[in-house]
């Protein structure tokens, strides 16, 4: 209807056109002005109608677009749903649990939390032509904190024993803990898992395997005379903790994958913009205060401490090879600054030895080993004399205490006294404790509802 609108005004417009053209020839000019009033109101009927065209096929096409992203919207939610009946009955159980309200509130604090550092583990996995789904695993293991610690020793975003760290050289000392280090960690873990797949050939094999050991599941296999998993986990081979870790894990990929069904609500991460993803290494092989080198180089101090979080003390470790990490765009000055031998990176204490006083006691207080200020100040023995100053690194504040080495293992006692608003699920993060071990230690089920007034167990850090 527009469009016959739009050709009969262009019509009359060509008319008019020509009879003001032979107005001109014959020298007619009482009815031109007429002419070219009438002219002009064609001329803006027609905007008028090519404007209303133009806003109708805008919004055929929104509806076009709208239309296209219902169907998607619709294929996923039909897709989400045939694949959680697919699953097995111990992933449909975990599902269940996992998508409650309290559980889901949990899930999107956690997914939010994973932004620092998932651009990170999304590409290393991309590049290791892993299942993208593993960026998932933190979220089960510490719910991607760094500093998370389990009753049983195991530490960092990937939960390292001590005694499996080796193989991916990563170093505890009394300068450091890797198993804080979310890149090192990262990449170590990956490996593990890769060695697992490639050694076991399953994937759910191959995660049991990174929960309770490749050994260990090496040896359920054989006894049970079967790698299917789900036999193994039906039949009582398995300890409880593997036995739901599988499930588990696959419940909340799941879930998560599935966001917008299960109405979850958390970012997505930009590998272009995170910190996490645009940084540089410089290898250092002496003492470095980050406070300082941040101030040197006008980078923000707790940016250095993001990039560096093994460090006890935010000072690098004088005898051994670090990696420091920095922004992208500071390395070339960052990396002079280091070229100065004469720029000092690192303060000192500086301390006159009176009676009484040993270097046991020095190193104690200040929180430094012996050796280290025997370094510092050349000393080739352990005796001091009164009178004599020593130079004592700064790596603390020791007014404060703060910096202490990280604690060895976690006891359930403490009391905490539940208020209106208290589940397990946002206490264990208030805690830094996986839901379950809560639950555990409190007798409890995960969606249990807390009775207000009453106490229950809370983790206590013990050095």
Same mark, same amino acid.
């Given at each position: 209807m527009i469009n016959k609108s739009i050709n009969k005004h262009l019509l009359i417009k060509i008319f008019l056109y020509a009879i003001l053209s032979m107005c001109a020839c014959f020298k007619i000019?009482?009815?031109?002005?007429?002419?070219?009033?009438?002219?002009?109101? #064609?001329?803006?009927?027609?905007?008028? &109608?090519?404007?209303?065209?133009e806003l109708i096929q805008? !919004?055929?096409?929104?509806?076009?677009?709208?239309?296209? !992203?219902?169907?998607?919207?619709?294929?996923k939610k039909n897709n989400a749903e045939e694949e959680a009946k697919n699953f097995h009955p111990l992933v449909q159980k975990q599902i269940e649990q996992y998508t409650s309200n309290f559980a889901k509130d949990w899930l999107n604090t956690v997914m939010t939390e994973s932004l620092k550092y998932r651009a990170f583990v999304q590409k290393?996995?991309?590049?290791?032509?892993? %299942?993208?789904? $593993?960026?998932?695993?933190?979220?089960?293991?510490?719910?991607?904190?760094?500093?998370? $610690?389990? @009753?049983?020793?195991?530490?960092?975003?990937?939960?390292f024993m001590k005694n499996s760290i080796a193989p991916f050289n990563i170093r505890i000392n009394s300068w450091m803990d890797e198993r804080k280090d979310p890149w090192l960690t990262t990449k170590a873990a990956i490996k593990?898992?890769?060695?697992?797949?490639?050694? &076991?050939?399953?994937?759910?094999?191959?995660?049991?395997?990174?929960?309770?050991?490749?050994?260990?599941?090496?040896?359920? #296999? @054989?006894?049970?005379?079967?790698?299917?998993?789900?036999?193994?986990a039906e039949k009582g081979f398995l300890k409880t903790e593997t036995k739901n870790y599988v499930p588990k894990f696959l419940a909340?990929? /799941? *879930?998560?994958?599935? @966001?917008?069904?299960?109405?979850?609500?958390?970012?997505?991460?930009?590998?272009?913009?995170?910190?996490?993803?645009?940084?540089?290494?410089i290898p250092v092989k002496r003492s470095i205060d980050l406070g300082i080198l941040a101030e040197k180089s006008d980078i923000e101090k707790e940016l250095l401490t993001f990039y560096n979080p093994s460090l006890y003390y935010n000072v690098t470790p004088p005898d051994t090879t670090y990696n420091l990490r920095i922004p992208k765009e500071k390395k070339e000055e960052v990396q002079t600054l280091l070229a100065?031998?004469? &720029?000092?990176?690192?303060?000192? /204490?500086?301390?006159? !030895?009176?009676?009484?006083?040993?270097?046991?006691? &020095?190193?104690? /207080?200040?929180?430094? %080993?012996?050796?280290? *200020?025997?370094? !510092?100040?050349?000393?080739?023995g352990t005796i001091i004399k009164i009178g004599q100053k020593l130079m004592i690194p700064a790596i603390k504040d020791v007014a404060k205490f703060t910096g202490a080495k990280q604690p060895e293992k976690v006891v359930f006692n403490g009391k905490h006294k539940v208020t209106e608003k208290d589940t397990l699920w946002n206490l264990s993060l208030k805690y830094n404790v996986q839901v379950e071990v809560l639950a555990e230690e409190?007798?409890?089920? #995960?969606?249990?509802? $807390?009775?207000?007034?009453?106490?229950?167990?809370? %983790?206590i850090i013990e050095l």
């Amino acid at each position: 209807m527009i469009n016959k609108s739009i050709n009969k005004h262009l019509l009359i417009k060509i008319f008019l056109y020509a009879i003001l053209s032979m107005c001109a020839c014959f020298k007619i000019t009482s009815q031109e002005g007429e002419i070219q009033s009438e002219i002009q109101n #064609i001329e803006k009927q027609e905007e008028i &109608l090519q404007q209303e065209v133009e806003l109708i096929q805008e !919004v055929g096409l929104s509806q076009e677009v709208e239309k296209i !992203v219902q169907e998607i919207q619709i294929e996923k939610k039909n897709n989400a749903e045939e694949e959680a009946k697919n699953f097995h009955p111990l992933v449909q159980k975990q599902i269940e649990q996992y998508t409650s309200n309290f559980a889901k509130d949990w899930l999107n604090t956690v997914m939010t939390e994973s932004l620092k550092y998932r651009a990170f583990v999304q590409k290393t996995l991309e590049k290791n032509n892993m %299942p993208k789904n $593993l960026q998932y695993l933190p979220v089960i293991e510490s719910s991607y904190k760094i500093s998370a $610690l389990s @009753k049983s020793g195991a530490y960092g975003m990937w939960q390292f024993m001590k005694n499996s760290i080796a193989p991916f050289n990563i170093r505890i000392n009394s300068w450091m803990d890797e198993r804080k280090d979310p890149w090192l960690t990262t990449k170590a873990a990956i490996k593990k898992l890769k060695e697992n797949y490639d050694y &076991l050939g399953s994937w759910e094999l191959a995660l049991a395997a990174y929960n309770c050991g490749l050994g260990a599941m090496t040896r359920t #296999i @054989k006894k049970a005379g079967s790698s299917d998993f789900w036999y193994l986990a039906e039949k009582g081979f398995l300890k409880t903790e593997t036995k739901n870790y599988v499930p588990k894990f696959l419940a909340i990929s /799941h *879930i998560l994958d599935n @966001k917008d069904f299960y109405g979850l609500d958390f970012p997505e991460p930009n590998e272009e913009t995170d910190n996490c993803t645009n940084f540089e290494e410089i290898p250092v092989k002496r003492s470095i205060d980050l406070g300082i080198l941040a101030e040197k180089s006008d980078i923000e101090k707790e940016l250095l401490t993001f990039y560096n979080p093994s460090l006890y003390y935010n000072v690098t470790p004088p005898d051994t090879t670090y990696n420091l990490r920095i922004p992208k765009e500071k390395k070339e000055e960052v990396q002079t600054l280091l070229a100065s031998s004469n &720029l000092p990176l690192i303060k000192y /204490h500086v301390y006159t !030895v009176k009676s009484g006083d040993s270097l046991y006691a &020095l190193s104690k /207080h200040y929180e430094i %080993p012996v050796s280290e *200020i025997q370094k !510092v100040n050349k000393l080739s023995g352990t005796i001091i004399k009164i009178g004599q100053k020593l130079m004592i690194p700064a790596i603390k504040d020791v007014a404060k205490f703060t910096g202490a080495k990280q604690p060895e293992k976690v006891v359930f006692n403490g009391k905490h006294k539940v208020t209106e608003k208290d589940t397990l699920w946002n206490l264990s993060l208030k805690y830094n404790v996986q839901v379950e071990v809560l639950a555990e230690e409190n007798n409890m089920k #995960i969606d249990d509802i $807390l009775r207000i007034g009453s106490e229950i167990k809370v %983790p206590i850090i013990e050095l």
